[in-house]
Each structure stands twice: as structure tokens, then as C-alpha cells.
């Protein structure tokens, strides 16, 4: 291709910057005692100690996949720290509360935690590192019996639900990031909607990491009860740095008898440089359950950052009529690796899975889809749909899809469709003849191609979706 | 409004328009007719900027601009508009998305004010109703699933949007049926105006019953053999491109 396909990529990450906070960051290694540690920083009760403990020893047993289509250089778990918190620990009364440092970093971000200052209706639970710092919005839901909060105070005010359903759809010995994730993970998010409530805003958490040579493992745990509804968003970032940095978290959902959630993924970790310098691992097991009957739980994610992208975000279609669905839009460029899909497992009765997936691939990036969809032979009269579209742009990247499908029922069907193409110089040709300069005729065919995709994330989260698809892939034709 | 002096250029390394020399001025409809790979298209391309060819010697001034040296949608915005042979499907794309940011950064680069929604979707509707175009257009993927008609008669209805000085059809006609010709070509002689200027290329003299030329030009292996007045399409008609290389050789 001409100057114009290959050129466009190299706007500067806009939240690569650092913020210098005090931090109580424990050395780096990982043991039992690192575990114990955690656990006691965090004042948890003895049942969770033991969890994560157990959790830790699975881990030791188990070897980091290697099946993945993913290349990156080997991670040193023993050079990580696993726990660093800003230096203000006791618990907040009120934002006002919270240090000025860390609401001007998230007011950097485009998140406003002053909650009279914001215009949506979006409820917040901002995590910087490994805790939480705040959370928007939480009156309000209170009123409705909503519980929205960070995972750490759960633990303490509601014990009883997080232990009931912890590791209830992502076992702690799932898989080895999963494994290491609850051995480890230092907070994150919860959130409980009672039987019958439509929660009435957005929730969302946003993920910051901010120490460097630290990982990153939170939890997110959404339940939602018997005819409950939620949509539920989440954003990340995190500087730029020369190092890789580990994030492994694991987030879990359960849907009752006729609830339904939605979640939200816009990922912008950073994703290194154009060489591949930096960045971050992105390890993530993301898994819900349709406990209930006509229970459904949808997936959208727009994945645009991270060096290395490991996520498969699944549902366990298990009530009879459940419904499950995966959006995603995977971008990626330079050096970027993303290996990125679904699990569509139906075990109930008539119950129906969709899966559209748009994987964009600039520069040097390598884009796998890797989606299994799974019939039961009780799952009788189950539908699966699959569209798998990849675009090209320009000649040094690759696109891989890997779909498997298993029925073994014969009153079930799967449909598949994949495609693959490229963004043509004549594409941009037309539109810069009808005066669109290259930058907007690439955005503008991009979000065509994953428009089916971002029709289904909230309003805003669409507009900074589409942004974000813009800025990432600029410079990458031209 | 165009002047083109000794064109030359490439594709893939291969010269394809040897030598053009051609003079627009306003108010005039210049058609340019010639064999299957006689190089219209390129000349085409070549002045709407396409990347893929490149000028090796000669020069083309459009309102006294050194046309070649801008991008191709710096002559857009200067008014140069090309109905494709083929054009191209953009999915997911809207037609009136397309066409707003299109006339938008047009208005823009003139220091017009940019139109609003609505505003736009005024002035689209009665552009539709020139080309009589369904509104079902407005909202279908530009170009995607169109049939080959819908194709042309979408690029009509650009051109009477973005209003340009140089409109270049490429072989609008090819694809219509009968009623469909009478209507672009409508559509076309209503977007005539003493300030602004068309290039036709097409293979057919029935075209130019309706858009009626001022001036014919034959290409032939990328150079301009013969020009004449609108009698000269006629005459090709009758006999084919035939006497052209025959008086070619006479002459040689
Ligand atoms: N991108 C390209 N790559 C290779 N060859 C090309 C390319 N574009 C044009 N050509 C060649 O240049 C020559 C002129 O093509 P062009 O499309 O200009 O012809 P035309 O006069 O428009 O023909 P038609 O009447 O069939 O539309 C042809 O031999 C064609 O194969
Ligand atoms: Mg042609």
C-alpha cells in the first residue's frame, strides 16, 4: 500500500502520564506469607485467608498456558509486587475525603468522582493500583437496596454474599491467572441488585494502575437477583512505562430467574510503543452465569490497548432460555498481540447465544479470535450465531480465528460467518475525493465495520469507543 | 477552469496517458470517447488524485492551481469531482453520513459555516427528488448492495450535493436503463451552470443526445487523436473507432 495505509499510528497514549502519591507498595515476590500479608492488610476474615491460600497452592501446581497465539517475553511472578495502595487506607466518610492528588488524576482521565459535578447518571467505583478509592453515587443506590462498592468493603459489610458467591462462576482453580488472581487480588469492585430492582444508572469501575513493577489483580463480583437489571461499565488506563506490567483480574456475574446484565468493556491499558517497548499484559478471566431461567447476560467489549491481551469472556448459559451474548471489537497495531474470544456454554433448555466479533488489525498486529461454543446434549433446542469479521489495514499485520463448536443435541443449530478484509486505498480514495482527508475516511470506515458492535455499549461509552478507535489506529494509514 | 498540457503518467511502471492536452473552460460540456483501455479512466484518476498513478511529466492547472500538487481532497474542496466507473462500498456507513462529512469539510475549507442535521437532510431530500431517488437511500451503507444503476444514480446525487465547478463522469451512462438515463442526464443538464464545467466519458453517443457536448475528443492509447464538435460522436457511431486508426496511419 501507498504512504496512505501505513503511516497514520502514532498519536502519543494521552494517559501515559504517572501520578506521584505516597504509596504503601510491599516488596516484590510471591509467597505464602505475601499472601497472608494481603489478607491481613485488608482485615479479612479467616474463611478468605484460607481461600486465597488455597487458590495460591493450586497456582503453584499449574504452568502458564502456552496454547494461546501469543508472543511475549516470560514473566518473573517472583520481580512483582503484589499489593500497592495510596498511603490514605482508612476508610472514607465522603469524597471530600479523598486525596486531592488522586481526584485530579481521574479528573485527567475525563472522570469527574465529584458527584454534584456530574451531568450523567453514572455511579463510579474508581480503583487505583490495588484499592479502591472511591465511589460515587452510593446514597442513591442505597435507596433502591442497591449494593455498590468497592470489593475490600464488601468482604467487611456484607461477608455473607461475597462468600456465597465467590468463585461460584470462576472457580479458583479455573486456570492459572484465575488461580493467581484470587490467591492475590487486592480489590475491585461489587455489586449486588436485589430481586426486582431495574438499577436505575450506569454503575462502572475504573481501573487505573499507576506504581510501576506492580500487577494489577481485582475482582469485580456482580450479582444480580431474580428479575434485577444492570448495566454495568468498565474503563482502564495506565501510564507509560518501559516495563511490562501484569494485569490479571478476574470479574464474575451471576444472573437469577429473569435478570439480565449487561457489561461493558472500553480497554486502554497502554499498549507499549510502536517497537513494543512497555505495555501491558492483559490476562483476564471474565465469566458469567445465567443461573436463572430467561436470565440474560451480554458482553460488549471494545479492546484498544494492552501489549498482550489474553480475554475470553464467557457465559454459562445454565437456566432454561437464558440468553447469552459477546460483542467485541479487538484493535490492534503496532506490536500489539490480542488472543481474544468467548465461551458460549448452553447447558438449559432452548437457550440462545450470540456472537459478533470485529477484530481490526494496523501495523504489526497479530488478532486472534478464539470462541468455543459448547451445545449439552440436555440443551436441546439451542441456538448459537457467530459472525467473525477481520479487517486489514495495510501488509505487515495478521488476523487468526479459531472457532470450535460442539453440539450434542440434534434439535440445536449454530450458525457461523466469518470474513475478512481489507481497508482499500480505493475505500480512502473515494472518500478523499469527496473531500474527507485520510484520518476521518479511516475512522469513519472503521466504526462502519464495528458499528453493529458499538450500537450495543451505552450512549457515551459509544462516542468515547469511537474516539478511541480513531486515536488508536491513527498513523496507521495515511 | 482546467487546463491540461503534455499529461503523462504510469501504473505499475507502465505509461498509459502519453501526452494529453486538453482545455476546459466554464460553461462547457467536453466528452471524451475512445477504445476499452485507451487510458479515460486514468485521466480520470490522475486528476481526482488517485494514488496509484504517477504523473511523470506534464502539468494541469485548475483555476490557475497547480492541480497535481494538491491532495485529493484539497481538490474536492477546490471543486473537482469524479462519478466513479466503479464506485466503491463503504459498509456500515450511512449515505447521508457519508455525504454530510463530505459536503461539511467542503464548506469548511471555503469558510462556509457547516450544516447542521438537519439542515442537511433538507437539502439531501431535494437533491433525491432531482436524481428521483427513493428516501430508503439515505439511511442504506453507501454503495453496499446497490445494484449497478443505484450505483450511478448515488454518484449523481453526490455531485448535485457537493455542487462542484469540474464534474468528471466516468461512464455514468454504462449500467442505466433508458428511463434512468433520461433522469441523471436531467439531473446533470440542471446542475449546468455558465461557472461550472463537465467531462463525460462514454463509450455511447446516446448519452450525448441528452448531455449534448460542446466538444468531442477521442482517446485512443492514451493520447488525444481527434477532437471535433459534437457531430464527431456521430460519426464514431457510424463507423467505429476504425477510421481513426486508419486516418492515423495515413497521416503517419
Ligand atoms: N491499477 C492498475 N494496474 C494495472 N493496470 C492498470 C491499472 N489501471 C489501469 N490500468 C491499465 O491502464 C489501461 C487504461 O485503463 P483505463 O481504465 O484508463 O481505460 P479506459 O479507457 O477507461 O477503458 P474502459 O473503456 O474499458 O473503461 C488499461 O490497459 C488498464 O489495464
Ligand atoms: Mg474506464
Redesign the pocket.
Known sequence: MSESIEELVSQEYKYGFTTNIETDTIPPGLNEDVVRLISKKKNEPEWLTEWRLKAFRHWLTLEEPRWPNLTYAKIDYQSISYYSAPKQVKKLDSLDEVDPILLETYEKLGISLTEQKRLSGVAVDAVFDSVSVATTFKETLKEKGIIFCSFSEAVQEHPDLVRKYLGSVVPSSDNYFAALNSAVFSDGSFCYIPKGVRCPMELSTYFRINASNTGQFERTLIVADDGAYVSYLEGCTAPMRDENQLHAAVVEIVAMDNAEVKYSTVQNWYAGDKDGKGGIYNFVTKRGKCAGVNSKISWTQVETGSAITWKYPSVILQGDNSIGEFYSVAVVNNRQDADTGTKMLHIGKNTRSTIVSKGISAGRGNNTYRGLVSIGKNATGSRNYTQCDSMLIGNKCSANTFPYIEVKNSSSSVEHEASTSKIGEDQIFYCKQRGINTENAISMIINGFAKEVFKNLPMEFAVEAQKLLGISLEGSVG | MIEIKNLHAN??G?E?LKGINLKVNAGEVHAIM??????????AQVLSGHP?YQVTQGEVLFEGQDLLDMEPEERAHAGVFLAF?YPVEIPGVSNSYFLKAGLNEIRKSRGQEELDSFQFLKLLKEKMKVVEMDQSFINRPVNEGFSGGEKKRNEILQMAVLEPKLAILD?TDSGLDIDALKIVSSGVNKLKSPSNATIV?T?YQRLLNYIVPDFVHV?VHGRIVKSGGKELALELEANGYDFIREEMLQSA
Open positions: 501504473v505499475n507502465k498509459i475512445g477504445p476499452n483501455g485507451s487510458g479515460k479512466s486514468t485521466l496509484a466507473q461512464e466519458v463509450h482517446l
